[in-house]
């Protein structure tokens, strides 16, 4: 054993590991919501850069820790079961603020619960921001723009939102989430981003999440009817979900605050979209009108010029493209075997 002068053992050389933490550049990255659908995809990229360090804290009401099972174990990866209206206290350089069921299913199902986790939880994740001076990003919605006038929607546009409506705890709860942003941006200082994103799909969603997407892949590929809810002309823009984890990126590492739309301009009926279900996934698929549910928005397409412009952002993968990928991921996990074509 080493000594020092006067007889004491020498304390043992820094390892590796703690001398790494003060002496590397690696960022440290807080993601709520980081085992959800969108959220996973982004613990994906941030890993695979391997130059940070990535902590996910997520209550698992809709988010899974399958999403993550590949990095469960790896050094620069932390999860913890954590919810956000609760306050959490890690340093950090970056939040991504993720964590809300999306869900109109989910997020009706406890209303004040989502409420809560976009009042409470911004307010905490900002709070946190504040005291250990990270950026912060929120993950906005369409959902501000509720049943919208404006066509296509703009950054400008301040909407139509029912305010005491069934949808009004998670469109509302977005809207008093970003005015937080922005105040504590102009009170405190705190840098801000804050994206609205427009309908996303792919690999990973849950299969019973209940939107659209989800919903006519899974109905297509287990021999079930895919449910159009009436009156089926209503319109979607869909964004295939390594897109929009890229304009996340690109916000977050860029010099603007937002609000930036990101979204796939591309807009489908909700009757053309499950047309091309059954065209390129399960031709034998067939549709019924069911009722809808009250205030859905009756069309919907983000204007992009901001997130191209600004940030260099705009989608790749079509509809076309992205609907077999997805489909693809659900096959696997529905354990479906396709029969064999004769
Ligand atoms: O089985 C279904 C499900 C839904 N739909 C219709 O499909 C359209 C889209 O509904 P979804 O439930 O997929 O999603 P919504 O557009 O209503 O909300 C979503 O929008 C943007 C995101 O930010 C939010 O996460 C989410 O609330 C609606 O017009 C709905 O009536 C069907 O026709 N059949």
Not at 44 to 53: K, V
Not at 126 to 146: C, D, H, N, P, Q
Not at 179 to 196: C, P
């Amino acid at each position: 054993m080493t000594t020092t002068v006067d007889g004491a053992p020498a304390p043992p050389p820094p390892s590796p590991l703690r001398l790494s933490k003060f002496t590397t550049a690696k960022m440290r990255i807080l993601i709520t919501g980081g085992a959800g659908f969108i959220g996973s995809h982004l613990v994906d990229r941030l890993m695979e850069e391997g130059t940070n360090e990535v902590i996910v804290a997520d209550n698992f009401f809709s988010g899974s820790k399958d999403n993550l099972k590949k990095w469960i174990g790896h050094p620069n990866f932390e999860l913890i079961r954590h919810d956000v209206t609760e306050t959490l206290l890690v340093e950090v350089d970056q939040i991504y603020h993720l964590a809300c069921p999306a869900s109109p299913i989910f997020y009706k199902y406890n209303p004040v619960k989502t409420i809560k986790t976009n009042v409470m939880g911004t307010l905490n994740m900002l709070g946190l921001a504040k005291r250990v001076g990270a950026r912060i990003l929120l993950t906005s919605t369409s959902e501000v723009y509720g049943d919208p006038l404006e066509h296509p929607q703009t950054e400008e546009y301040w909407g139509n939102v029912n305010p005491i409506g069934v949808r009004s705890c998670y469109d509302e709860g977005k809207r008093v989430a970003e005015t937080l942003m922005f105040d504590y941006h102009r009170q405190h200082g705190v840098e801000i981003r804050v994206a609205r994103i427009f309908n996303t799909y792919g690999p990973r969603m849950n299969i019973d999440d209940g939107r659209v997407v989800s919903n006519f892949i899974a109905q297509a590929l287990r021999g079930e009817t895919m449910t159009v809810q009436s009156p089926g002309t209503q319109t979607r823009s869909f964004c295939y979900v390594s897109d929009m984890v890229d304009g996340l990126y690109r916000l977050m590492n860029g010099e603007h605050t937002g609000p930036i739309n990101l979204g796939n301009p591309g807009e489908f009926t909700m009757l053309e979209l499950a047309d091309t279900v059954r065209e390129l996934i399960e031709p034998s698929a067939q549709t019924k009108i069911v009722e809808n549910t009250p205030d859905d928005p009756r069309k919907r397409k983000p204007d992009i010029t901001k997130a191209t412009k600004l940030l260099g952002w705009e989608p790749k993968v079509t509809l076309r493209e992205g609907l077999p990928l997805m489909a693809a991921d659900f096959r696997e996990r529905l354990n479906y075997v396709k029969k064999p074509q004769k």
